[in-house]
Structure formats: structure tokens, C-alpha cells
């Protein structure tokens, strides 16, 4: 449906309407389909004085019939069809002239002007209005006065007037347009927002990643507790801190402890604190991070590693939101929210009887799932971009064709943080270079064996030597110019021998250039 509202405050549609007032005495007029008009507020500008419309709204009935003329004016549309300009003969007997804004067969409403006589049919107009005025009981003399002042439209001003309503339909139809490019532009960069390639620190716009986000967004909302799960080097902590700064608690402390990162008198001591005398070398009372982060967020990673006997004082600070430090007897009460995190499955854990149920379910209300960099390889030249721009931010630098494959086609065992350091390493081999050629590759990347991305087929042993072979054979041969002698050497074969694994695996120079 059209933006009447919107439409009304057009300085052009008000501009049509002022020319209509000033040439015709004539006010411009809208009606939604249904045949009901629109008045007051903004509409009220384009309202003129016309003294026989005013005589007849006097009366009760008379007020009612003009209500009912778009509705007129409507039955006429249906039953003769048409898209221009058309004349309709009011109760009163007067003329009014519409243009219906339809689009696409749809039927949005009216534009009219009118309440006028028709030069050409002025006699017969005339005698019309004085029978039907005297029907609602109004007297001759009022008539006659009231049309002395009506305006009286020509042939050519008919034909002016209905073009410029025509043009209100028009310039209605092209912003009405205009709105719907921007409304679908909008929509595009919605889009594009949604499809975002990053959250805070995190790099990534495949799939995978784009639902990561959005989960995300409903969980920094809320103070549940979250478990992320995910192999080493997926990012687990830099989610952790996503859900904690776009949380309510964003202003507080962000605490982050590895479980297996000490021994667990040691690790007891550093979650709940201790107190004077509580063991050797306790020489006075000490903060425990569950202490320190409160009104924030504790990020509790490997949590998996953690002992069964702290794992009932983890249950007791999430249920109950208090603990007791080591050697002392004094309860303490904390506000933080826990998120855990683990490369390990806790459900076999609680299986093998290593992690308490209660806990498991306490720790898991909500679930996120890191993918790996396998399962999400099209984000790799991204997180690479990303990368090289943070460890050499002063450098133009960017990766060969090659080496790019390479790494798309490398397993990543270590998921991102083995890229991060990759690439890092990459910067420092290539010296100034402009371009990371092959070469500068780990061989464990360089050699990688290819294998179909999502087939999940082992490759068979003759087929991996082969791709193997020709892979070094290529890379050795790039690295000596594509001097066989060279390469022969590097290889520890003898020229002839490569020679001949050249030609069968067709790695010839102008082939593969």
C-alpha cells in the first residue's frame, strides 16, 4: 500500500496541488481502495473552499453522499476499466475527475480533483444540481448563489486538469519505486551484514561460521552458562571473550584459567584462593579468580582436565554461587558467569565415570561447537589476509597462487593457530619479498598429499607415492629454474632418471607454465 503520509509531504505532489488551488479554486484529493478518503492532518492542505460542495455538506444526507463518492468513482473504475483519467458525476451533479494508481493490476487507491462544472454540459449540470439540492431540502436562491461562485471548466482546461492528475499518478508510481529500490538495497546490505566475516576477533564467513554468529547473537544476550567444544587451535578463547564483551557484563572482569595447567592442590589455591596458614608458604589470605572475576565472566578452559574433587566445588559456585577458600571455614558468595571450554568428549568422560554427570549438564545448558579448518577451508584466504595484515601491517604483502592452493590443500591439524603461525613464519623466511612463493612452505605443507576435500576415502599408498613424487619433482624443479640438472642433484637421482619421471608425469616446463 502506498505511503500516503510520505506521499503528501512530496514537494512535488504539494506543488501540483498548489497549481490546481491557484488556476481551478480545486483541491487535490486521495481514496484508499476501499473507497474511503483520506482528511485531516497533512491532507489538510490540499482542501479549498468550494461553496456549493459547502452548502451541501450542511445537511446530514448531503455529508453522507459525498462520503460515498470515491466509493462512486470505484464502481465506475471496475465496471469500465482504464488506467487514465476519467469524469464522474457526483450526487450533488458536479463533476470530479479521478485517475486510478494501480500497479501490476493491483489497485491502490485513487487521486482525484474536482466539484466543478463542465462547460460543455453546463445547462444539464445545472439543472441536475437544483433538483438534487432541492431533494436535500436546500432553497434556490442558496443554489444560485453557491454556483455563481463554482468554477466553470472549458474544454481544454478538462484536458489540462486531467493530465496533471495523471502526473500526481506518475510522480506517486516513480517514488512509490524509488522506495522499493531502496527498501531492496536495504534488504541487499542486510544481507550482506548477516553474512558477516567476522565477530569481534573471529575470521570467517563460510557457512559454518555464519551460524557460529548467530548463535553468538542470542547467546551474549542472555547470562547462561556456555561449553564450547572444539579441537585445539579452533579459537575457543577468543569466543569466550566475544560472548563476554557483547554481554551486559562487558564492563567487568574477563578471568581466563586453563584447567591442566596446574596440579590440583595448586589449581584449588588459584580458583577459590586460600588463607593464611592454609599450607606451607601461605604467609597470608589470597584472592581466588572465582573472587576476582565477580560481576564478570570466568572462562574455564580444558575443563575436562579438571579433578573430580574440584569439579564438586565447580558445581556448588554455579548452583549456589559460593565457595570456600583453602583453610578457611568463611563461605563466600561470587556473581560470574562460567564458560567452559574442552577438546575432549565430555560425554565419554561421564561415561567412564572421570566427569560428574550433575556437573556435565550444569556446565553444557548451552552448547557451541567449533568447526574445524577442515571443515571450513573457504575461509582460509581470509584468515591468511587477515594474518598477514596483523603480524606485517606496513608490508604489501601477499601469498603465490601456489602457495595458496597448498595451504587450502593442507589437512591442519592444528586448525587456525597453526595457520596463524604459518603465515607468521612465512613473513620472516620471505625477507622483503612482495609475493610468499612455495618454496618458503613448511614441508609438511609443501608435501601434503592431496586428497579430495569431503570425501573422507583414504588414499591409496601407490597413489599417494605417485603424488608425492611428482609433487617434490615439480617443487625442486621450480626451485632450480627449471634446470634438470639442479634439481636432479637436490633430489638425490640421477638426470636421466628425472628426465624420464618428467616426461611421465608430464611436468615439462611449457605445460606447466
Known amino acids: 500500500m502506498p505511503e500516503w503520509n510520505s506521499i503528501a509531504e512530496l514537494r512535488v505532489i504539494r506543488r501540483l496541488a498548489e497549481m490546481l488551488n491557484r488556476r481551478w479554486n480545486l483541491g487535490l484529493g486521495f481514496a484508499e481502495p476501499d473507497g474511503s478518503l483520506l482528511q485531516g492532518g497533512r491532507f489538510e492542505r490540499f482542501a479549498t473552499r468550494r461553496p456549493l460542495c459547502e ?46 494508481l494501480e500497479v501490476e493490476g493491483e489497485l491502490l487507491g485513487l487521486v482525484l480533483a474536482g466539484g466543478a462544472l463542465c462547460a460543455r454540459e453546463l445547462d444539464s449540470q445545472r439543472a441536475t444540481i437544483f433538483a438534487r439540492c432541492d431533494e436535500l431540502g436546500l432553497g434556490a436562491r442558496e443554489v444560485e448563489s453557491a454556483l455563481a461562485r463554482t468554477t466553470v471548466l472549458a474544454p481544454e482546461d478538462e484536458q489540462t486538469l486531467a493530465e496533471l492528475i495523471e502526473l500526481v499518478v506518475a510522480e506517486i508510481l516513480v517514488y512509490r519505486e524509488e522506495m522499493a529500490r531502496k527498501e531492496r538495497r536495504l534488504d541487499r546490505l542486510t544481507r550482506q551484514l548477516a553474512d558477516r566475516s567476522s565477530y569481534d576477533q573471529i575470521v570467517g564467513k563460510s557457512q559454518p561460521m555464519q551460524e557460529l554468529y548467530r548463535l553468538l547473537d542470542k547467546i551474549s544476550a542472555t547470562d547462561a552458562t556456555v561449553l564450547i567444544e572444539g579441537e585445539n587451535g579452533t579459537g575457543k578463547e577468543l569466543v569466550a571473550r566475544a560472548i563476554h564483551f557483547n554481554s551486559a557484563r562487558a564492563q567487568r572482569p574477563f578471568v581466563v584459567q586453563n584447567c591442566s595447567a596446574f596440579n590440583d592442590n595448586l589449581l584449588d589455591s588459584e580458583l577459590f584462593g586460600h588463607s593464611r596458614g592454609a599450607f606451607t608458604g601461605a604467609v597470608g589470605n589470597k584472592k581466588g579468580l ?31 554461587g559460593t565457595f ?9 558468595r561470587v556473581d560470574v558467569r562460567i564458560i567452559a571450554a574442552t577438546n575432549r568428549d565430555l560425554k565419554q568422560l561421564v561415561e567412564r565415570g572421570l566427569f560428574r554427570e550433575d556437573l556435565y549438564f550444569r556446565v553444557n545448558v548451552i552448547g557451541v561447537t567449533l568447526p574445524s579448518l577442515r571443515q571450513r577451508r573457504e575461509d582460509i ?12 601491517p606496513e608490508r604489501q604483502v601477499r601469498l603465490s597462487a601456489g602457495s595458496l592452493q597448498r595451504l587450502l590443500d593442507y589437512n591442519w591439524p592444528g586448525n587456525v593457530r597453526e595457520l596463524e603461525n604459518e603465515i607468521e613464519r612465512l613473513l620472516v623466511l620471505c625477507s622483503d619479498d612482495e609475493v610468499i612463493r612455495e618454496e618458503f612452505l613448511s614441508p609438511r605443507i609443501r608435501y601434503e598429499v ?15 607415492i605417485e603424488q608425492l613424487e611428482r609433487t617434490m619433482i615439480l617443487d625442486h624443479l621450480k626451485r632450480a629454474r627449471w634446470n634438470k640438472t639442479r634439481a636432479a642433484e637436490t633430489l638425490g637421482i640421477s638426470r636421466r632418471n628425472l628426465i624420464r619421471k618428467v616426461q611421465n608425469y608430464g611436468l615439462e616446463r611449457r605445460r606447466n607454465h
Open 55 to 100: 452548502l451541501v455538506q450542511s445537511t446530514a444526507a448531503g455529508r453522507e453522499r459525498c462520503a460515498a463518492t470515491a466509493a462512486g468513482m470505484l464502481e465506475q473504475y471496475r465496471a469500465g476499466g482504464g488506467c487514465g483519467a476519467s469524469t464522474y458525476l457526483c450526487h450533488a451533479g458536479l463533476s470530479e475527475f479521478f485517475v486510478p
Open 290 to 320: 572465582f573472587e576476582v572475576a565477580d560481576g564478570g565472566t570466568f572462562f574455564l578452559d580444558e575443563i575436562g582436565d579438571m579433578s573430580p574433587a574440584l569439579q564438586v566445588k565447580l558445581l556448588r559456585i554455579l548452583q549456589e
Open 324 to 332: 570456600i577458600p583453602v583453610g578457611s571455614t568463611r563461605e563466600k
Open 381 to 392: 584466504p581470509l584468515l591468511v589476509e587477515h594474518f598477514l595484515h596483523k603480524h606485517a
Open 450 to 464: 592431496y586428497s579430495p576435500q569431503g570425501s573422507g576415502e583414504q588414499t591409496a599408498l601407490p597413489a599417494a
